[in-house]
């Protein structure tokens, strides 16, 4: 059983600087890609960063390039994004995600947590 537990979402301001963090359940994770999505009302859920498996490789969705950063805790089964120069736009549920190949990943075919809820304010 899959379980993945997000930590950090809250409510910011404009240009304000966030960091997410999620921890997976077991150190089987270490082998596994790990990434974020997330969901604004009335929008499907969209791919933000993911990050390889040795933490090497990482790939960004360009509405967040040079804002986020993604990266691998020293057990590697944990992960964190740190966001800044936060949007309004940026305002969403936020979802880890896992999967042992990073490419099904970044097109959603992958466990999810529970998701943790970011509001930027204008």
């Known amino acids: 059983q899959v379980q993945l537990v997000e930590s950090g979402g809250g409510l910011v301001q404009a240009g304000d600087s966030l960091r997410l963090s999620c921890a997976a359940s077991a150190r089987i994770f270490s082998i596994y890609a790990m990434g974020w999505f997330r969901q604004a009302p009335g929008k499907e859920r969209g791919f933000v960063a993911a990050i390889s498996r040795s933490g090497g490789s990482t790939d960004y969705a360009d509405s967040v390039k040079g804002r986020f950063t993604i990266s691998r805790g020293n057990m590697k089964n944990t992960v964190s994004l740190q966001m800044n120069s936060l949007k309004p736009e940026d305002t969403a549920v936020y979802y880890c995600?896992?999967?042992?190949?990073?490419?099904?990943?970044?097109?959603?075919?992958?466990?999810w947590g529970q998701g943790t809820q970011v509001t930027v304010s204008s």
């Open positions: 995600a896992v999967d042992p190949n990073i490419e099904r990943l970044k097109l959603g075919l992958c466990s």
